[in-house]
């Protein structure tokens, strides 16, 4: 049986979710405390938290009878990683336009 798997940016095209990872960027929080400052359920923020840790964003930890979540930073780095490939690529085809120009203009 396959199962999906989210990448850290389709996880973060919804708002609400983007929300609760920029909640969880300042510290770690449980699920009652990113429901108290999100016009959802707590249910809604755990099935949220639930994507974001099938993409590799967040991960929890039991603190008593809570579970405490927290940004992932290995699964935040390869979003970053993605992101500057993206980026890099960017840029190169940049300075070749730029490159083709002025060759073009000499």
Known sequence: ??????DGLSALADPTRRAIFEQLADH???VGE???GLPVSR?????HLKVLK???LAAASRA???RIYRLDPVG????????????NRA???YKAAVEQDEEEDS
Do not use: E, F, I, K
Request: aromatic letters at 8%; hydrophobic letters at 40%; zero cysteines.
């Open 91 to 93: 840029l190169s085809a």
């Open 1 to 6: 049986m396959t199962t999906y798997q989210q």
């Open 76 to 87: 935040v780095a390869a979003m970053r990683d993605q992101l500057d490939q993206y980026w």
């Open 64 to 66: 008593g009878n809570r």
């Open 43 to 47: 249910p809604a923020v755990s099935q």
């Open 28 to 30: 770690p929080q449980s």
């Open 34 to 36: 990113l429901a108290a």
């Open 54 to 56: 099938g993409a590799g």
